[in-house]
Structure formats: C-alpha cells, structure tokens
C-alpha cells in the first residue's frame, strides 16, 4: 500500500503562485504519479503526470505554460502553480498507479492511490 500525502495549498491572490508538494512511502512500484484537482461541483481533472522511472512528464493542455510538474526526490513530486485564477481554486490531488500503461492515463480510475488533497483558493 502506497500513502501519499500533499502540502502547500492555502489562500492565495489572484496572480499569485503556491508550490505543491506530494511525498510517497514508496515508489518502487509505481509507473506514473499525477495531479488532479476538483472544484466543487465539478468532475475531478487531470492536470498532469510523470513516467515515474523514466521522468517522463505530461501535462493537460489547459495548464500547460502556467503549471509544472516536477521530480524533485525518488518520493517527491512538485505542482509549481503560477498566474493562478479564481477559476483555479479547487482541492488538488496527488494519485499513483502500479499498473503499468504505454502512453500517459489522464482518467482518475487508473490511478490507485490517492492523497488526501490539499485546497487552493484563489481570490480576484
């Protein structure tokens, strides 16, 4: 079983940046690792993932230039967040999966472990 535990979010001014962090127990067993967010009433998004082994990142279109991804340690992983919006204030989710893939998965159900989210909020 792999626990993973977000830090970094709070309040924050429109423009503004927070850096988010995730720490796995382990991550011997994992091939991708990924952040998602959720604003209420919404539908849980992917932002983006690393290829854990290979450092391999991806990135969803809408964040691409505002948002990084990053391997910081073999257990660490980064969500650098700039320029951010309202429309950004959200919980944001770091997840796992053990299950290998050829290309990227951007659906929550093939990731297995999840965090217990960590909330942004942006003001205007």
């Known amino acids: 079983q792999v626990q993973l535990v977000e830090s970094g979010g709070g309040p924050v001014q429109a423009g503004g940046s927070l850096r988010l962090s995730c720490v796995a127990s382990?991550?011997?067993?994992?091939?991708?690792m990924a952040w998602f967010r959720q604003a209420p009433g919404k539908e849980r998004e992917f932002l983006g993932a690393?290829?854990?082994?290979?450092?391999?990142i991806y990135y969803e279109d809408s964040v691409k230039g505002r948002f990084t991804i990053s391997k910081v340690t073999e257990t660490t992983m980064h969500l650098q967040l700039n320029s951010l919006k309202p429309e950004d204030t959200a919980v944001y989710y770091c997840?796992?999966?053990?299950?290998?893939?050829?290309?990227?998965?951007?659906?929550?159900?093939?990731?297995?472990?999840w965090g217990q989210g960590t909330q942004v909020t942006v003001s205007s």
């Open positions: 997840a796992a999966s053990p299950i290998w893939s050829s290309s990227v998965q951007t659906t929550a159900d093939y990731y297995h472990y």
């Open positions: 382990d991550t011997f067993s994992l091939y991708y």
């Open positions: 690393i290829r854990w082994s290979l450092g391999r």
